[in-house]
């Protein structure tokens, strides 16, 4: 465990390059897959890319307000004494990562949002009270609930068939979640990474080299006095400093929370997050002043996500528009049976993903090639359809896409922590193809 983990750590701090730059080459690298794999000329290619380029931004949007209304919410007095109570479970450093990890899994089994938020902004305080814990470990270990999230309650793939009118209904009807989400193969591989993630992050202090003391920096705006207390002395600055206006639009939120749930049932979705921390953060900041603030402070941790995600959709572009995506996804399947195909389109999953990092985009992509390879084939469907969503979230691991929240919280560079991802990325291996192979 240490040599592997610390060679890990070595190569990563010393070759992969900052998220942005590793956008730009993962760019490069798929333009020149497309026209030397494929019948695209280059000009096509570029046309590709150019076309897609856009594609992300009401998601770009949505995963700018992860960061922002997280870091609205936990900043108000009572979620920061709230998490610093729940932080003083841990101890010792194997106990603040084991306590980081799970608690990001259950929230990522949840709503994976939610989960990165939560997981994030949770090590964060954990790590100031804990402060000899590598903190690059503490982060991965937040991080790492992301490699469960597809196979929660917020799985874009299960909860997509299993409702009516969905683009395959034709071929495979609608499959209910008790043959996906709540089925005994999908099952045991959540409540082993449950149970064993933990433990195994754990370890991963063992094979650390001591670079990740905690930087002071990180925490200066902790110590700063609470903004906005001055007097009023205008019209202008009575309003700002209302606490009865937070209360009104607070409250009006609130309200449009409980319809949004009495109606849709625990549709706990990516805007209805957003729009839950957004409104208690008003409400818990007290007043416009205290809020705005805060959101300045915020808005800082967004810029990777608002520059970077444009890139991956036109990687997006490049891969279904060339036909990329299909040769991966076709060459995995020329060799499958019925018993093997699941764990192939796991594994094709994960390669596809690391180009097309995006859990409703992929089955799109993908779905009707590997369904219908399960339909010829005699295999089944509902397996077929959760190996992909799997592969989606298990190389997650290694896509910084979906890490730039919680590093943007962390105040981290990716380098930081993939070291580390890799071997979860490989241990978390061994419990989903057990699940796909033997259940």
Not at 46 to 71: H, I, R
Not at 100 to 115: D, E, K, S, W
Not at 307 to 324: C, E, K, T
Not at 354 to 367: C, D, E, R, T, Y
Request: proline letters at 5%; charged letters at 10%; glycine letters at 10%.
């Amino acid at each position: 465990m240490r040599v592997l983990t610390s060679f890990f750590d070595r190569i990563v701090q010393r070759y992969l390059p900052d998220a942005f730059l590793f956008a730009i080459i993962l760019t490069i690298f798929v333009y020149l897959l497309g026209v030397f794999l494929t019948n695209n000329s280059p000009m096509e290619m570029v046309a590709y890319w150019g076309n897609g380029f856009w594609d992300l931004l009401e998601f770009g949007m949505q995963m700018s307000l992860v960061v922002v209304t997280g870091y609205i919410l936990a900043s108000t007095p009572v979620v920061k004494r709230f998490l610093a109570k729940l932080s003083r479970i841990a101890k010792t450093p194997g106990q603040a990562v084991m306590l980081v990890t799970f608690v990001a899994l259950v929230a990522c089994l949840i709503n994976y949002g939610f989960g990165l938020v939560v997981g994030a902004l949770f090590a964060v305080h954990v790590a100031k009270r804990v402060p000899s814990v590598d903190y690059r470990i503490l982060i991965a270990s937040a991080y790492s609930g992301m490699v469960i999230w597809h196979g929660g309650f917020s799985g874009s793939v299960p909860l997509l068939i299993a409702t009516p009118g969905h683009f395959l209904e034709d071929a495979i009807g609608i499959i209910p979640v008790t043959e996906t989400l709540f089925s005994s193969f999908n099952l045991f591989i959540v409540i082993t990474l449950l149970i064993t993630l933990p433990f195994f992050n754990r370890y991963l202090l063992k094979g650390a080299d001591s670079l990740g003391k905690i930087d002071p920096s990180l925490w200066k705006e902790e110590s700063e006095e609470e903004t906005g207390s001055h007097p009023a002395e205008t019209p202008a600055e009575r309003l700002e400093n209302s606490q009865l206006l937070s209360l009104l639009i607070g409250l009006m939120g609130l309200v449009f929370v409980g319809y949004h749930f009495v109606t849709n049932g625990f549709d706990l979705n990516i805007n209805i997050v957003n729009f839950i921390f957004l409104f208690l953060g008003i409400l818990l900041h007290r007043t416009p002043r205290r809020f705005l603030e805060t959101v300045g402070n915020g808005v800082k941790n967004a810029g990777g996500i608002i520059v970077q995600f444009p890139f991956y959709a036109g990687i997006m572009g490049m891969m279904v528009a060339s036909g990329l995506s299909d040769k991966i996804s076709l060459l995995f399947v020329s060799f499958a049976t019925d018993y093997t195909l699941p764990i192939f389109t796991f594994l094709s999953a994960g390669l596809v993903n690391v180009f097309v990092p995006s859990g409703g985009g992929q089955w799109a992509v993908q779905g009707p090639i590997m369904i219908q390879a399960a339909l010829e084939i005699g295999a089944d469907t509902a397996k077929t359809a959760m190996a992909v969503a799997w592969g989606d979230a298990w190389t997650n691991m290694i896509q910084p896409f979906w890490a730039l929240p919680v590093l943007a919280i962390a105040g981290l560079k990716i380098r930081d922590i993939m070291g580390f991802c890799v071997m979860i990325l490989f241990f978390s291996f061994i419990p989903i193809a057990i699940g796909f192979l033997l259940l």
